[in-house]
């Protein structure tokens, strides 16, 4: 008889135990405090991020370290996964698919964004910077403020500015030394009615295309020639389809690296922390090299390629400014005074100081 009510005490005692056990689990105790920064990141997520160069260009390098830090600093919880030569989206597509959620990162050529604000025709005005210490001068200051607070209305939110360069001009036609020199040639270029009115400054056609039909148009001669970054040129192999190119420096390819300020303001702080911290050293990281992976890349060309390269003198260089310069008046009432100004500020400054 002791023994059955041992074993009966038992039993119920496990019973007791069983069901505390599991009402305990479902409904956790008011103590208990969810604390999402204490407990960090549990599960992989995994973010996109689309662009249309070459891996072995200034931005297709820049998106693999910003990927390689995030998998880092997120010990690997935070996936970047980069789409690069237009294979997800084209530049075209591209800022509509990060409205519609489709992607998280897109870093688009400045050139492009005129079509969201008329802020951004500033950064395509001829030589608007004389080098890379102008270019940081602009972008890092109230420019750059600016230009990404036009954003705000398209509930996008700007990351950074990552630099190519400074772009070049090839043609078929033959040299281009002189403004006169590309009288009645059509060129390939990006999506800006700046650009286009430079070029019919120069009395030559400006057709406005995607970037990764360039080759295409070359090859097929249905433009003569272009206008573009010694990395984009070399790494497109855009000089296989040219005979001569011009470095002119004559205007700035840099890149706005967005996200949708919707999404970005539903992720946690502590992804918001790490994708920050990745953007500002990969942002660094990028501006250290891009100068000199152009250079290095110039120094490939003529190494490997019979293409003909003139490079302007100074007094060439003021030439081009002078007969571009007119753009200047004609886009102030659509860019506004203000930026106009401080451009003209930072040409004062480096020009002189370059001695040009």
Avoid: C
Avoid at 256 to 283: C, F, G, H, Y
Wanted: overall charge neutral.
């Amino acid at each position: 008889m002791k023994s059955l009510l041992a074993f009966l005490s038992m039993l119920v005692f496990g019973i007791a135990t069983a069901l505390y056990i599991g009402f305990h689990d479902n409904f956790p105790s008011r103590d208990r405090i969810y604390d999402d920064e204490q407990e960090g990141l549990k599960e992989l997520v995994v973010f996109k991020f689309s662009h249309v160069v070459a891996e072995n260009t200034p931005k297709g390098l820049a998106a693999k370290k910003f990927a390689q830090l995030v998998n880092e600093k997120s010990d690997g919880k935070i996936k970047i996964e980069v789409f690069p030569n237009g294979s997800l989206y084209s530049d075209i597509e591209e800022i509509k698919a990060l409205k519609e959620g489709d992607v998280q990162f897109i870093a688009p050529s400045t050139s492009k964004l005129g079509m969201l604000s008329p802020d951004w025709f500033v950064l395509d005005l001829p030589y608007a910077f004389a080098d890379y210490d102008a270019v940081r001068e602009g972008l890092h200051g109230k420019i750059g403020e600016q230009l990404f607070a036009s954003l705000e209305k398209d509930r996008i939110k700007g990351l950074a500015y990552w630099t190519n360069g400074f772009k070049q001009i090839t043609s078929n036609k033959g040299p281009v030394k002189n403004p006169d020199d590309l009288k009645g040639q059509t060129l390939r270029i990006m999506q800006s009615d700046v650009i286009e009115d430079q070029f019919k400054l120069l009395q030559a056609k400006g057709r406005q295309d995607s970037f990764n039909s360039t080759f295409q148009l070359l090859e097929s001669k249905k433009v003569d020639g272009e206008e573009n970054t010694i990395s984009n040129i070399y790494s497109k192999k855009f000089y296989n389809v040219q005979n001569y190119m011009t470095i002119s420096n004559h205007g700035y390819l840099g890149y706005a690296v967005m996200t949708d300020q919707t999404w970005w303001n539903s992720l946690p702080k502590e992804t918001k922390r790490i994708l920050s911290e990745a953007m500002k050293e990969t942002t660094e990281w990028n501006e250290k090299h891009a100068a000199e992976m152009n250079k290095d890349q110039l120094q490939q060309i003529r190494k490997h390629s019979p293409i003909l390269i003139h490079e302007l003198t100074d007094e060439e260089r003021k030439a081009w400014m002078k007969r571009l310069d007119p753009v200047y008046d004609q886009y102030k009432p659509i860019i506004g005074e203000h930026l106009i100004q401080q451009v003209r500020d930072l040409q004062k400054k480096h020009f002189t100081s370059n001695g040009q």
